[in-house]
C-alpha cells in the first residue's frame, strides 16, 4: 500500500478509506456491534462528530482500537478518544468534505448510535 499523503487540488487531504474491501467489511462489523452494545449518544460537529460511549475499559479498549485503525486508512480525519463525564468520548475532525463524509460514515454504516437514551 502506498503510504505518501495524497491531496486534492487545493493540497487538502483527499477524502478516500485505504482499506480493501474484506478489511472494511470486518471494520464496519466491529463499529456496529461497539455502537449497539455501548453506544450511547452522537452528535454532529461543524467538522465532524463527537460519539459517547460507556464508560467500560472493554469499551475504550475496542474504540481505542478502532480509532487507531481508522486513523491508519482514513489519515483525512483525526481521530481523537478520551474520557469525560462518566463516558469515553470519539471525537473525530476533519476537512468540510471530510466532515460530511464522516456525518455519513459513522451513522448509517458503522451502527446506530445516534438518539440512544442513556441507561
Request: aromatic share 4%; glycine share 10%; net charge negative.
Amino acid at each position: 500500500m502506498d503510504t505518501t499523503p495524497t491531496t486534492g487540488h487545493d493540497d487538502s487531504p483527499v477524502v478516500a478509506c485505504e482499506l480493501g474491501s474484506d478489511e472494511m467489511g470486518a471494520q464496519v462489523k466491529r463499529w456496529i456491534r461497539l455502537g449497539r452494545d455501548a453506544g450511547l449518544e452522537r452528535a454532529e460537529t461543524q467538522d465532524g462528530l463527537q460519539i459517547r460511549f460507556r464508560d467500560e475499559p472493554a469499551v475504550e479498549e475496542e474504540l481505542r482500537a478502532l480509532a487507531a485503525a481508522e486513523s491508519s486508512c482514513c489519515s483525512w480525519a483525526r481521530w481523537e478518544v478520551r474520557r469525560a463525564d462518566g463516558d469515553v468520548i470519539l471525537t473525530v475532525s476533519s476537512t468540510p468534505e471530510g466532515a460530511a463524509t464522516l456525518h455519513t460514515m459513522l451513522s448509517t454504516g458503522y451502527g446506530s448510535v445516534a438518539g440512544r437514551p442513556r441507561s
